[in-house]
């Protein structure tokens, strides 16, 4: 029998005997969580709202989400966490959410402690830290009248915004269009997508749910007990980063070495800065409010962690990082990671490559995966194998509402922001040519090949030719002023990636 605190004396290749006989929750205390969390969800749905108006209307369960580590599977053998969510009927929205979930924790904890004698249970109130916001759950201590165990269980009253539930289905999309326009705070309705968090651990191989155990138990021994009251990440961030570097390292095998996805996990969470991990199992780009809304929150300060069921929640924002860092290193250098072959070790990016279209005049376009950690010139490589250019090789993009900017061959697609797929235009140029961008009505622009000699007729046939408006048609200004046929470029100071508006005539 493994002590509880001596994973960093435990031998790598004895890491899966460890989590079995230590970790793994047996016997009296997984019935204990369990039948806890039965005679709460049942107090929940008969006893609690029954006969009662609040706010003048009846208030019914909906259902009850059994979330936290116990609805996951991946319950320790000594802690447990119980997240039992409520889908209430009073919610119609998330504004509703937003507006009655105090009013409703309220009722609850009156309830709780008025009928706790019914439960067979000692039940205990979390107090509700002051000054802090307006909770969203209720935080209860549950305890057996026959033994010492005690069970956390979190209430959550939430929307039901995804209705009958069906694991194998993705959500309509107007269901986070809708999320996204509520103007919550980050992350503030989560409770209503527990059920997409939930399957999306539940559903993971037994071995890697091992590996989950094994991590949070790093998590609860050797974070939170050294650096308690700091603002660590959440179990649930530490978690997503396990299942992606598996994901990465595996290619999603079922078998594989414990040690191995120990140390990838810890090399992750050392290189923290770098980590920018979302996912579109449940939501994806095809909304136009969801895709803009996904690509902003890309542009955060790394770590980006994505929630896979909520795209406002990013579990990687404004926590101590650096703790997390630095207790990952240490950890790195135990027992436990010290059997790993570097050369055999997962091979785990930071971020998934990017698909990258590339455009190029009068040619079709095409893609290629590209790590946004990548120095540019090396796609620059790639490129020109495709397309044989002699001359300089000019790369830019544009982001919805902004300006098109040349990407550097000396930066990465990371610097820029870019960790979703993109559209990037491809020209060449041939010295003393420039580039300029033309940008139409619309906001969207296109780079051009052309000499500073040559006249702004001459670039209105460009545009002509690349499929624009004839040049009898073309109005084109810069910096506000019109532009004449017959001057040229280098007289009206027009440089290298300078921008020029294109108006049609009407």
């Not at 997240?83 to 929205?93: G, H, I, K, P, T």
């Not at 956390?152 to 069906?166: E, Q, T």
């Not at 050369?343 to 930071?350: A, T």
């Not at 550097?408 to 820029?416: E, F, G, I, K």
Request: aromatic share 10%; net charge neutral.
């Amino acid at each position: 029998m493994f002590a509880a605190e001596d994973l960093y004396d435990t031998p790598g290749d004895r890491l899966d005997a460890f989590v079995k006989h230590s970790l793994q929750p047996q016997g009296d205390w997984k019935d204990e969580v369990k039948d806890a969390g039965q005679r709460i969800e049942q107090f929940l749905r008969d006893q609690c709202f029954h006969d009662e108006l609040i706010l003048d209307q009846e208030v019914r369960v909906l259902k009850v989400v059994k979330g936290g580590s116990t609805g996951k599977g991946t319950t320790l053998n000594y802690s447990s966490d119980v997240d039992l969510v409520l889908f209430l009927s009073c919610f119609s929205s998330f504004q509703d959410q937003a507006q009655l979930r105090g009013i409703i924790i309220s009722f609850m904890e009156e309830k709780l402690v008025h009928c706790s004698r019914s439960l067979a249970y000692k039940i205990t109130v979390t107090p509700h830290r002051v000054g802090t916001s307006a909770p969203r759950s209720l935080s209860i201590q549950v305890q057996s009248r026959k033994n010492s165990g005690v069970v956390r269980v979190d209430l959550l009253p939430a929307f039901d915004a995804l209705g009958p539930f069906c694991p194998d289905s993705k959500p309509a999309q107007e269901i986070y269009e809708n999320l996204i326009t509520s103007a919550g705070r980050p992350g503030e309705f989560s409770s209503s997508f527990t059920e997409l968090q939930r399957h999306f651990v539940k559903s993971c191989p037994a071995k890697l749910k091992s590996l989950l155990q094994l991590v949070k138990h790093w998590y609860q021994q050797y974070l939170k007990r050294k650096y308690r009251g700091m603002a660590l990440p959440p179990k649930y961030a530490l978690e997503l980063l396990t299942i992606y570097a598996w994901e990465m390292g595996t290619d999603k095998s079922e078998n594989f070495e414990m040690d191995e996805g120990l140390v990838a996990v810890m090399e992750l969470l050392r290189d923290y800065k770098d980590i920018c991990v979302y996912w579109t199992k449940y939501y994806n780009f095809q909304n136009d409010v969801v895709r803009n809304f996904i690509r902003q929150q890309l542009k955060e300060c790394r770590p980006i962690i994505l929630d896979p069921a909520d795209p406002t929640n990013n579990l990687g924002r404004r926590k101590r990082w650096d703790l997390v860092a630095q207790e990952a290193a240490y950890c790195l250098q135990q027992a436990c990671c010290r059997t790993v072959d570097p050369r055999q070790g997962w091979d785990v990016q930071r971020a998934r490559d990017v698909l990258v279209t590339v455009k190029q005049t009068g040619e079709e376009a095409w893609t290629l995966s590209v790590n946004p950690y990548s120095p540019i010139w090396k796609m620059k490589t790639e490129i020109k194998r495709k397309c044989d250019f002699s001359g300089q090789q000019r790369l830019s993009f544009q982001e919805p509402g902004g300006q098109r900017q040349l990407l550097s061959s000396q930066r990465t697609l990371a610097d820029y922001g870019i960790f979703s797929k993109v559209s990037i235009r491809v020209l060449e140029t041939i010295p003393p040519e420039i580039q300029v961008f033309v940008k139409d009505s619309s906001g969207q622009s296109r780079p051009y090949a052309i000499h500073p000699d040559d006249t702004i007729r001459d670039l209105k046939e460009k545009i002509e030719e690349a499929g624009g408006p004839h040049v009898e048609d073309q109005i084109l200004k810069f910096k506000g002023r019109k532009l004449w046929n017959h001057r040229s470029l280098e007289d009206l100071q027009i440089e290298d990636c300078d921008t020029i508006t294109l108006i049609k005539r009407s």
